[in-house]
């Protein structure tokens, strides 16, 4: 029996390795697509906070603030842990481009100009509630600048 079970837990953890790689690579693929994206590419930005305001900024937004978004996403690095502090709040922002959907998990921190950390998603509504699928965690120094100017957090 004892055998039994460590098998199970080295092959469990085994797979939650594997699985994590394969997100990583996955990720890194779709932020590349992200990062090849001009600005006239992109077709929609929307942004949903905690509150579940949905937010339209492709209306509200000129060609220069959506372009600091796609500048923080070049300027994204990989993040290998991540803590959430429990001061920050949740943003999710969707981007549609010719490419396709690109969804981010942000976690918006309370101190001004830090890093923002968030994960690449692929959410997908269901009625009631979402679906959604990681791709990996990153931070990006940029993406707070762009947040300031889409006016989602204040600047102070």
């Keep these: 029996m004892r055998k039994v079970l460590g098998l199970l837990i080295v092959t469990f953890i085994i797979y939650g390795w594997f699985d994590s790689i394969s997100d ?4 890194s693929e779709k932020l590349e697509q992200i990062r090849n994206l001009a600005v006239e590419n992109v077709s929609s930005i929307k942004a949903i906070n905690s509150d579940y305001t949905n937010v339209d900024l492709f209306d509200t937004q000129d ?4 372009g600091l978004l796609l500048q923080a996403i070049k300027e994204t690095e990989k993040v290998s842990m991540f803590k959430r502090s429990p001061e920050s709040k949740k943003l999710y922002i969707e981007l549609t481009s010719d490419q396709g959907k690109f969804g981010f998990d942000v ?10 950390q968030f994960f690449l998603v692929d959410r997908t509504y269901t009625g009631k509630g979402f679906t959604q699928e990681s791709f990996g965690k990153w931070q990006s120094e940029e993406l707070w600048h762009f947040l300031v100017a889409a006016k989602l957090v204040n600047e102070s």
Excluded: A, C
């Excluded at 990583?24 to 990720?27: C, I, L």
């Excluded at 060609?63 to 959506?66: A, F, G, Y």
């Design 24 to 27: 990583n690579s996955d990720g």
């Design 63 to 66: 060609k220069e603030v959506i």
């Design 107 to 116: 976690f918006v921190p309370n101190k001004v100009n830090s890093p923002v």
